[in-house]
């Protein structure tokens, strides 16, 4: 017969598709694997229902036969083959899906028909400038050869093979200074492409290897020496099964032990340690889905720089799809590995495709839903195992709930957690709300660079002589998550360097404080002139203890988010709007009053030290050292 062309593609198409599907090129052999256990499939399904004898499910296989010399690589099984009418329709038309039209006839769910076979075969010539293919159909005497170089067309003459099923002949194309093509040939290169991408189709994938022949000591050896001298090992071949075929995720629960798990998750993930919790899940609705998916104990050592990739692994029926896919975690829960295996997705998707995949966005709904109860469980049941994971996974939680403008607050809320004042260690949202007094209206917190420095803050120690717990905050995200979420259970977030509108309630005091304030307002009025556009205001305070000044300010910018702001590599300098506050009860008012009226100039140098106090205490850099330290000495005469 003569060369017929492709039916409905030209050889600018082919390539469009083999360069725009497949990222790389060692795809070919999962694709080809795949298309092999599809034609088993088939046949199985055959003889299951027609009843046909003769055809048990262990006599079924794949082989892989590599021939360095020949340069061919070929793939076989014993499915159930291609007449010449299959091998015209399915290979003459460039996306033709044989597979696909079985699958929409067949209502069987134990039949996995993974992808569209016309793609997935043609991704062969991204390796090879020929392919042969020698298919027998099942219950047919004549067999079948297809022949194609990619081009213009393929050929269809009649062949000889022994048995039903299909060689696939891969004729590899000559190595180049860019390309290594015959990688493709080596043991140790299919055996890991086989591991990497179908170790889990559940038919066995055997090979010919080579492996050392049984030693056998030497009896005509003259000496000692001779028999203990080392030889070169004699290589045999031996048949082996490359894949184990039972996926770990598809086995139930109740067979697996949590050494299973941490093996597999060890092996797989490359993490020294086991993980600190397992999820395994099984889905089955509108898109069916089985997860396995682990909670690390400690976070890698680049988790939050730009080098990690998140996602998981995504498998369609056991044939491994894209190592990372991001869309099926959000962001906040990048620190979970593991892995999903749908039936419901193709095996040709690509990044783009899954971006706008209707079956994909429901499988990551219901992934986001597991892992959110997961958590919850973990914290409830076990406290200690979570604070250490809180500790290194925390921050992204935070960042969660910061992104998207709270969009994700009800998924994190209830997960995030904070240093306590009144408890002196790390506690939820929740339990903090269980504790507040009725009457109490706020959630309060306090931002700092430490625990410690914020438990000797001017305006926290006052809070908390009054019995009021407070949460201590140190991550630059902290104070940006409490103004963007607002608040919690009906509960506003209020840190303790803004005004308290409860505290206004208390009118005794508030007349009290407003008194002090007329008769010290030419002073107030100096200091602010003294210190210009370093502070917006300056006022008297009830809110402090035994400190003679704190640092506030107004609006929703704070000091520390100044810091974190400037501290960011673009953009102009930002300066929150800042207040000096001087204590109602301190007897530094009578000094500064004093100088005041008598020296002027001492009172403008008091005024810089307080502000430059101030500044310290909220472990900030002050304006001029050399300056303050020379005041300083200065009273010290």
Same mark, same amino acid.
């Given at each position: 017969?003569?060369?017929? +062309?492709?039916?409905?593609?030209?050889?600018?198409?082919?390539?469009?598709?083999?360069?725009?599907?497949?990222?790389?090129?060692?795809?070919?052999?999962?694709?080809?694997?795949?298309?092999?256990?599809?034609?088993?499939?088939?046949?199985?399904?055959?003889?299951?229902?027609? #009843?046909?004898?003769?055809?048990?499910?262990?006599?079924?296989?794949?082989?892989?036969?590599?021939?360095?010399?020949?340069?061919?690589?070929?793939?076989?099984?014993?499915?159930?083959?291609?007449?010449?009418?299959?091998?015209?329709?399915?290979?003459?038309?460039?996306?033709?899906?044989?597979?696909?039209?079985?699958?929409?006839?067949?209502?069987?769910?134990?039949?996995?028909?993974?992808?569209?076979?016309?793609?997935?075969?043609?991704?062969?010539?991204?390796?090879?400038?020929?392919?042969?293919?020698?298919?027998?159909?099942?219950?047919?005497?004549?067999?079948?050869?297809?022949?194609?170089?990619?081009?213009?067309?393929?050929?269809?003459?009649?062949?000889?093979?022994?048995?039903?099923?299909?060689?696939?002949?891969?004729?590899?194309?000559?190595?180049?200074?860019?390309?290594?093509?015959?990688?493709?040939?080596?043991?140790?290169?299919?055996?890991?492409?086989?591991?990497?991408?179908?170790?889990?189709?559940?038919?066995?994938?055997?090979?010919?290897?080579?492996?050392?022949?049984?030693?056998?000591?030497?009896?005509?050896?003259?000496?000692?020496?001779?028999?203990?001298?080392?030889?070169?090992?004699?290589?045999?071949?031996?048949?082996?099964?490359? #894949?184990?075929?039972?996926?770990?995720?598809?086995?139930?629960?109740?067979?697996?032990?949590?050494?299973?798990?941490?093996?597999?998750?060890?092996?797989?993930?490359?993490?020294?340690?086991?993980?600190?919790?397992?999820?395994?899940?099984?889905?089955?609705?509108?898109?069916?889905?089985?997860?396995?998916?682990?909670?690390?104990?400690?976070?890698?050592?680049?988790?939050?720089?730009?080098?990690?990739?998140?996602?998981?692994?995504?498998?369609?029926?056991?044939?491994?799809?894209?190592?990372?896919?991001?869309?099926?975690?959000?962001?906040?829960?990048?620190?979970?590995?593991?892995?999903?295996?749908?039936?419901?997705?193709?095996? #040709?998707?690509?990044?783009?495709?899954?971006?706008?995949?209707?079956?994909?966005?429901?499988?990551?709904?219901?992934?986001?839903?597991?892992?959110?109860?997961?958590?919850?469980?973990?914290?409830?049941?076990?406290?200690? @195992?979570?604070?250490?994971?809180?500790?290194?996974?925390?921050?992204?939680?935070?960042?969660?709930?910061?992104?998207?403008?709270?969009?994700?607050?009800?998924?994190?809320?209830?997960?995030?957690?904070?240093?306590?004042?009144?408890?002196?260690?790390?506690?939820?949202?929740?339990?903090?709300?269980?504790?507040?007094?009725?009457?109490?209206?706020?959630?309060?917190?306090?931002?700092?660079?430490?625990?410690?420095?914020?438990?000797?803050?001017?305006?926290?120690?006052?809070?908390?002589?009054?019995?009021?717990?407070?949460?201590?905050?140190?991550?630059?995200?902290?104070?940006?998550?409490?103004?963007?979420?607002?608040?919690?259970?009906?509960?506003?977030?209020?840190?303790?360097?803004?005004?308290?509108?409860?505290?206004?309630?208390?009118?005794?005091?508030?007349?009290?404080?407003?008194?002090?304030?007329?008769?010290?307002?030419?002073?107030?009025?100096?200091?602010?002139?003294?210190?210009?556009?370093?502070?917006?205001?300056? +006022?008297?305070?009830?809110?402090?203890?035994?400190?003679?000044?704190?640092?506030?300010?107004? @609006?929703?910018?704070?000091?520390?988010?100044?810091?974190?702001?400037?501290?960011?590599?673009?953009?102009?300098?930002?300066?929150?709007?800042?207040?000096?506050?001087?204590?109602?009860?301190?007897?530094?008012?009578?000094?500064?009053?004093?100088?005041?009226?008598?020296? +002027?100039?001492?009172?403008?140098?008091?005024?810089?030290?307080?502000?430059?106090?101030?500044?310290?205490?909220?472990?900030?850099?002050?304006?001029?050292?050399?300056?303050?330290?020379?005041?300083?000495?200065?009273?010290?005469?």
């Amino acid at each position: 017969m003569g060369k017929r +062309k492709f039916k409905t593609e030209s050889k600018r198409l082919l390539d469009l598709m083999i360069n725009s599907i497949y990222t790389h090129k060692e795809i070919f052999l999962r694709e080809l694997i795949s298309n092999a256990s599809d034609a088993i499939d088939k046949l199985y399904y055959e003889s299951m229902s027609k #009843n046909i004898t003769g055809l048990a499910r262990e006599d079924f296989a794949i082989r892989i036969t590599a021939d360095k010399d020949a340069r061919t690589l070929t793939i076989s099984d014993n499915g159930i083959g291609m007449t010449e009418q299959d091998l015209d329709q399915n290979l003459g038309v460039i996306a033709k899906s044989g597979s696909l039209d079985f699958k929409e006839n067949v209502e069987d769910e134990d039949i996995d028909i993974i992808g569209q076979f016309g793609v997935g075969f043609y991704s062969a010539f991204m390796v090879a400038d020929k392919v042969t293919v020698i298919s027998k159909a099942y219950g047919e005497e004549q067999a079948h050869s297809w022949e194609s170089d990619g081009a213009d067309g393929y050929t269809i003459e009649e062949a000889e093979k022994e048995g039903h099923g299909t060689d696939i002949i891969l004729h590899m194309k000559e190595s180049t200074a860019e390309e290594d093509y015959d990688i493709f040939l080596r043991e140790y290169k299919i055996r890991a492409l086989v591991k990497k991408y179908s170790d889990y189709i559940r038919y066995p994938i055997k090979m010919m290897v080579d492996v050392p022949a049984p030693v056998e000591p030497d009896e005509s050896a003259d000496s000692e020496e001779a028999k203990s001298e080392p030889k070169a090992p004699k290589m045999i071949k031996e048949d082996q099964t490359l #894949n184990t075929m039972v996926p770990l995720w598809k086995r139930q629960k109740s067979e697996l032990t949590d050494e299973d798990y941490n093996s597999f998750y060890k092996g797989k993930f490359y993490d020294p340690e086991d993980p600190a919790r397992v999820i395994h899940t099984s889905v089955e609705g509108v898109s069916s889905f089985t997860a396995l998916m682990f909670i690390p104990k400690k976070a890698p050592f680049n988790y939050y720089t730009r080098e990690f990739e998140k996602g998981l692994q995504l498998y369609s029926s056991g044939v491994l799809i894209m190592d990372r896919c991001e869309e099926l975690v959000p962001d906040y829960f990048s620190f979970v590995r593991g892995l999903v295996d749908s039936q419901d997705l193709s095996l #040709n998707i690509s990044r783009e495709m899954l971006q706008h995949d209707r079956q994909l966005k429901n499988i990551a709904k219901n992934i986001t839903r597991k892992i959110r109860n997961e958590l919850a469980d973990f914290l409830k049941n076990d406290r200690e @195992g979570y604070e250490a994971f809180y500790e290194n996974f925390g921050l992204q939680l935070k960042y969660g709930m910061y992104q998207d403008f709270g969009l994700h607050k009800g998924d994190l809320e209830d997960l995030v957690m904070y240093y306590s004042s009144s408890e002196k260690k790390m506690v939820t949202l929740a339990e903090y709300v269980e504790r507040m007094p009725e009457d109490q209206t706020h959630i309060y917190y306090a931002a700092g660079d430490s625990i410690e420095h914020i438990d000797r803050m001017p305006r926290t120690e006052a809070l908390k002589e009054k019995g009021t717990e407070i949460l201590y905050v140190t991550d630059d995200i902290d104070e940006f998550v409490f103004q963007t979420v607002g608040s919690y259970k009906e509960k506003t977030f209020l840190s303790v360097k803004q005004d308290d509108p409860a505290a206004e309630q208390d009118e005794a005091a508030k007349e009290v404080l407003e008194k002090k304030e007329e008769e010290y307002k030419d002073l107030l009025a100096a200091i602010k002139a003294s210190l210009g556009d370093k502070v917006s205001e300056v +006022k008297l305070t009830d809110r402090l203890a035994e400190h003679p000044v704190c640092l506030t300010t107004k @609006g929703g910018l704070s000091l520390e988010m100044e810091r974190v702001l400037n501290a960011a590599p673009a953009g102009e300098a930002i300066k929150a709007e800042r207040v000096l506050e001087i204590n109602a009860d301190h007897e530094i008012l009578d000094v500064l009053k004093a100088a005041q009226a008598d020296d +002027k100039d001492k009172m403008n140098t008091y005024a810089q030290l307080l502000y430059d106090q101030a500044l310290l205490i909220e472990g900030m850099p002050i304006d001029d050292p050399v300056r303050f330290s020379t005041e300083v000495c200065k009273l010290m005469k």
